[in-house]
């Protein structure tokens, strides 16, 4: 199936780094979404953005839609160990059967 | 967000037999969406569950394999049929809320179904 290309794979950073990752696709969507998964867990939504350049906060991330509508950006600020995890950003098409392309994923380990 | 219950959580399957992965969440919802996840792997859509009628299946999968029942706007349910090693793999699913032109789509905590 499509999916959506995500980078970096995996990261391992300390205790305390801001941590970037990024999703980019060839078609553009109208709504993006970024989510953790835990072991053993379904994803969990972490941020939804809905409009080209904005930017959103939760807490310690911030995410944002890119201006082409092509592509999105999270950060976390001063990472904790809880931060672990696997992040997935997920694109909502815009025409035809409206559906959600995942990315390939980002697996964040941090160092304490 | 909308509360999703998934049953089972996980279960081992003997190769040949079918499984029915139940999905019920506490509000109606427009979309149902069912995923599949191998392991270390993302998320590939299965299928969308419309309710009264033949679910949407994305290329790759078919009806036969998977079939999907949706009879309202908080069930549905998602067969592997046939089962075989390769079906291995945590099973989503997923619902979408919308305001206005706003949607988010939340997941139920997955089946990990394992076949031998």
């Known amino acids: 199936g499509q999916q959506l290309n995500q980078s970096p794979q995996s990261m391992f950073i300390q205790e305390g780094e801001d941590v970037s990752m990024n999703c980019t696709s060839s078609?553009?969507?109208?709504?993006w979404l970024w989510y953790k998964q835990d072991p053993g867990e379904g994803p969990v939504l972490l941020i939804a953005?809905?409009?080209?350049?904005e930017l959103t906060s939760n807490g310690r991330l911030t995410a944002q839609f890119g201006t082409t509508r092509k592509d999105s950006f999270l950060n976390i600020s001063a990472s904790i160990p809880s931060d672990v995890g696997i992040y997935f950003c997920?694109?909502?098409?815009?025409?035809?059967?409206?559906?959600?392309?995942f990315g390939t994923g980002t697996r964040l380990k941090v160092l304490a | 967000s909308a509360v999703i219950s998934q049953k089972p959580s996980r279960d081992i399957c003997q190769r040949g037999t079918s499984l029915t992965i139940q999905c019920q969440v506490d509000?109606?919802?427009?979309?149902m969406f069912w995923y599949r996840q191998q392991p270390g792997q993302s998320l590939t859509l299965i299928a969308t569950?419309?309710?009264?009628?033949?679910?949407?299946?994305e290329s790759g999968f078919v009806i036969d394999k998977f079939p999907i029942s949706r009879p309202n706007l908080t069930f549905s349910t998602l067969t592997v049929s046939n089962m075989s090693p390769e079906d291995s793999s945590i099973y989503l699913c997923?619902?979408?809320?919308?305001?206005?032109?706003?949607?988010?789509?939340?997941f139920g905590q997955g089946t990990r179904l394992t076949v031998v």
């Open positions: 997923s619902v979408e809320n919308s305001w206005g032109a706003d949607t988010e789509a939340f």
């Open positions: 078609s553009i969507f109208n709504t």
């Open positions: 953005l809905y409009k080209a350049g």
């Open positions: 997920a694109g909502r098409t815009t025409s035809g059967t409206y559906k959600y392309i």
């Open positions: 509000s109606q919802v427009t979309m």
């Open positions: 569950a419309n309710q009264g009628s033949e679910a949407t299946y």
